[in-house]
């Protein structure tokens, strides 16, 4: 008999998790139940084939579909508790959860009612051990106006809970540099900065991302791979990767940045870029619209031959990396 994957051990681990957008955990089940409040009758099955991408702009497309049944509050309540129960599925005790605030003001929608609902709908989740934090997130096709309003929008908010801005997005369209004056303001109001960057883009986007808007954690990164003067820098400033495995085979992402159509999970870069000291915040991006958990993206890493002490070392970075204060960190 094969021996599991995943070690018991790893398996019950507590762990954070911190690239996940909440627009994208939301399971086909709850997916019916959104359009149904909204008089739309879809079905399981529908939502899978909706839910099946081969190209970075056919997950956005889906993306945006399902985002449209995001109407009013409640909705965002209903999705914030789906993914809290998620969550606790997967021993995650600790979350930094991305929200599409440039999609919530491109629709004329006020952040500040949808955040309080999800607010209140997960606070309860606290008493479970389970602990949210919040990223806004600008698209970086809107431009930097755009993103500048959303920055402005967490003053509004007023909650201690938010702790990061980021954009996502289309990675190739606005140039990095026109990002300047927004992520200035971020750090003037107290935010960390976070940035998609060489995900589908070269490793020159990473860069930028450092060099000029002082990014703190760089989402996906994986084109760092191709520029080891680059790895250098990630490892001596000790600037995480937030690593998401399955996203990045479902978008071909991985395919692009490896240069071959027949990328799967095991030639993934996770294992080289780890062993060159670079911290590794392994996550799931969109776990719904990737059919996967966290759990498996730690089966993922196994598969693609880290060893337990290593495997064991990531799920320490997910805390040593988290933006929450050193004393509210478990693990730490
Ligand atoms: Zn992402």
């Not at 997916?31 to 956005?60: D, K, P, Q």
Request: aromatic share 6%; proline share 5%.
């Amino acid at each position: 008999m094969t021996p599991p994957l995943l070690s018991k051990r790893i398996a019950s681990l507590p762990k954070a998790e911190l690239h996940l957008h909440l627009e994208g955990s939301i399971q086909p089940a709850t997916v019916c139940a959104l359009t149904a409040r909204h008089g739309v009758a879809v079905t399981e099955e529908e939502v899978g084939r909706r839910y099946a991408y081969s190209s970075f702009l056919e997950f956005i497309d889906a993306f945006k579909w399902v985002t449209s049944f995001l109407r009013e509050p409640q909705d965002y309540a209903l999705i914030a508790r789906d993914l809290a129960e998620h969550l606790l599925t997967q021993r995650v005790v600790y979350a930094e959860v991305t929200l599409s605030i440039g999609v919530m003001l491109l629709k004329k929608q006020r952040p500040e009612a949808n955040f309080e609902a999800l607010l209140r709908a997960t606070e309860s989740f606290e008493s479970r051990g389970l602990r949210f934090r919040w990223v806004f997130d600008a698209a970086r096709q809107f431009g930097a106006d755009r993103a500048m309003q959303v920055v402005e929008s967490v003053k509004r908010c007023n909650s201690k809970a938010i702790v990061a801005f980021g954009i996502g997005g289309d990675e190739l369209s606005v140039p990095t540099e026109e990002f300047r004056l927004v992520y200035d303001r971020a750090a003037q109001i107290g935010l960390h900065r976070l940035m998609h960057a060489g995900e589908v883009g070269g490793p020159e986007k990473i860069r930028e991302a450092i060099e000029l808007l002082s990014a703190e954690r760089i989402g996906h990164g994986i084109a760092a791979i191709n520029d080891p003067e680059l790895m250098d820098l990630l490892a001596e400033r000790k600037i995480p990767l937030e690593i998401c495995p399955t996203s990045n085979v479902k978008t071909a992402a991985l395919a692009r940045q490896l240069r071959r159509v027949d990328a799967r999970i095991e030639h993934h870069p996770l294992p080289k870029l780890l062993r060159h000291g670079i911290p590794i915040a392994l996550s799931t991006d969109d776990p719904a619209m990737f059919h996967t958990t966290l759990q498996e993206e730690y089966a993922n890493a196994a598969r693609m031959g880290l060893q337990e002490d290593e495997l064991t070392r990531i799920v320490e970075m997910g805390f040593e990396h988290a933006f929450q204060p050193a004393d509210e960190r478990r693990g730490a």
